[in-house]
Nanobody
């Protein structure tokens, strides 16, 4: 199992980013996938989950109506569209396959003016 995140970077408050997580080594379409994040000095927290068929669920209250999780089973990729970004969204964002607890290496998102 390999999960590789990309798309992080520095963005101004109110801006947008789209994170991608490319999966390999397993039958991607069979598994729910999640995005987590960890801010400095804080515990890792669940951001959102997408079911195997593409339904977004379990959004963190702090990102509801701003972030959207999705997936493309043909491309073996899960996405996190982040809009109206705030400084408190600054964190390392991780992709996770829930079954088996496999993690990617993370991608840094920094929201700052």
């Amino acid at each position: 199992v390999q999960l590789v995140e990309s798309g992080g970077g520095l963005v101004q408050p109110g801006g947008s980013l789209r994170l991608s997580c490319a999966a390999s080594g397993f039958t991607f379409s069979n598994y729910a996938m999640s995005w987590y994040r960890q801010a400095p000095g804080k515990e890792r927290e669940l951001v959102a989950t997408v079911t195997s068929v593409g339904r977004g669920i379990d959004y963190a209250r702090s990102v509801m109506d701003r972030f959207t999780i999705s997936r493309d089973n043909d491309k073996n990729t899960v996405y996190l569209q982040m809009n109206s970004l705030k400084p408190e969204d600054t964190a390392v964002y991780y992709c996770k396959r829930l079954a088996g607890g496999f993690w990617g290496q993370g991608t840094q998102v920094t929201v700052s003016s």
